[in-house]
T-cell receptor, first 113, second 112 residues
C-alpha cells in the first residue's frame, strides 16, 4: 500500500468509447503525475499538476485529458483512443515538485480494441 | 539536461551482492539521486535516496562519490524476489521547474 490508489486496475475500451481513469492519494501531497508505460519502454511523463494547477504537458495528444479537482484527486479522461495507446497508466504523487520522492499507484492497465 | 545511464540488464544468483551503477554526468547542485524498483505490472517503488557519500537503509545502500557524477545501488544478498527493474533518477531542473525523467532502468534477474 503506497497511499496512491488507482481505479480501475484494468480497462478495455473501444476506439469510440469515452472512459476515465481515477487516482486518489492519501499522503497529503501537493503534486500529482500521470505516467504512461508501454511494453518494454521507459516510463513516459505525461502530465504534472502542482497545487491543482497543470505545470507540465509533455506533448500529449488531446485524446488524453487530465483533470485535477483538488490536490488529492487526479483523473485522466480518455476518448477516441488508438490501439497504440494500450499501456499501463501510472499515477503518482509527491510532496511538491522539487524533486522529492515520488509515490506511485499500482497502475491501470488499458487495452484499446 | 541531466540524463542517467545504467546497464540494460544484469544477472545474479541468490545470496550474492549486486551493485548497479548509474552515470549522471550533468547532475545539478541541488539534485538528489533516487532509486526505484519496479516489479512486472506494478508501479515503481522507492528504494533509497541520497545526495552524497553513503546512505544505507534496511533494503539497500547507495554510494555516491565526491563528484556525484555517478552512484551505485548495492543490494546485499539478493533473493529471487529481487528480480525487477531498477531505475536511477536525478531531479532535473528545467525552465518550467524540476522534471523527473525515468530512463530505461536495469533489469536484474536473480537465479536460484
Amino acid at each position: 500500500e503506497t497511499g496512491v490508489t488507482q481505479t480501475p486496475r484494468h480497462l478495455v475500451m473501444g476506439m469510440t468509447n469515452k472512459k476515465s481513469l481515477k487516482c486518489e492519494q492519501h499522503l497529503g501531497h501537493n503534486a500529482m503525475y500521470w505516467y504512461k508505460q508501454s511494453a518494454k519502454k521507459p516510463l513516459e511523463l505525461m502530465f504534472v499538476y502542482n497545487f491543482k494547477e497543470q505545470t507540465e504537458n509533455n506533448s500529449v495528444p488531446s485524446r488524453f485529458s487530465p483533470e485535477c479537482p483538488n490536490s488529492s484527486h487526479l483523473f485522466l479522461h480518455l476518448h477516441t483512443l488508438q490501439p497504440e495507446d494500450s499501456a499501463l497508466y501510472l499515477c503518482a504523487s509527491s510532496r511538491d515538485r522539487e524533486g522529492n520522492t515520488i509515490y506511485f499507484g499500482e497502475g491501470s492497465w488499458l487495452t484499446v480494441v | 539536461l541531466a540524463k542517467t545511464t545504467q546497464p540494460i540488464s544484469m544477472d545474479s544468483y541468490e545470496g550474492q551482492e549486486v551493485n548497479i551503477t548509474c552515470s549522471h554526468n550533468n547532475i545539478a547542485t541541488n539534485d538528489y539521486i533516487t532509486w526505484y524498483q519496479q516489479f512486472p505490472s506494478q508501479g515503481p517503488r522507492f528504494i533509497i535516496q541520497g545526495y552524497k557519500t553513503k546512505v544505507t537503509n534496511e533494503v539497500a545502500s547507495l554510494f555516491i562519490p565526491a563528484d556525484r557524477k555517478s552512484s551505485t545501488l548495492s543490494l546485499p544478498r539478493v533473493s529471487l524476489s529481487d528480480t525487477a527493474v531498477y531505475y536511477c533518477l536525478v531531479g532535473e531542473r528545467n525552465t518550467g521547474g524540476f522534471k523527473t525523467i525515468f530512463g530505461a532502468g536495469t533489469r536484474l534477474f536473480v537465479k536460484a
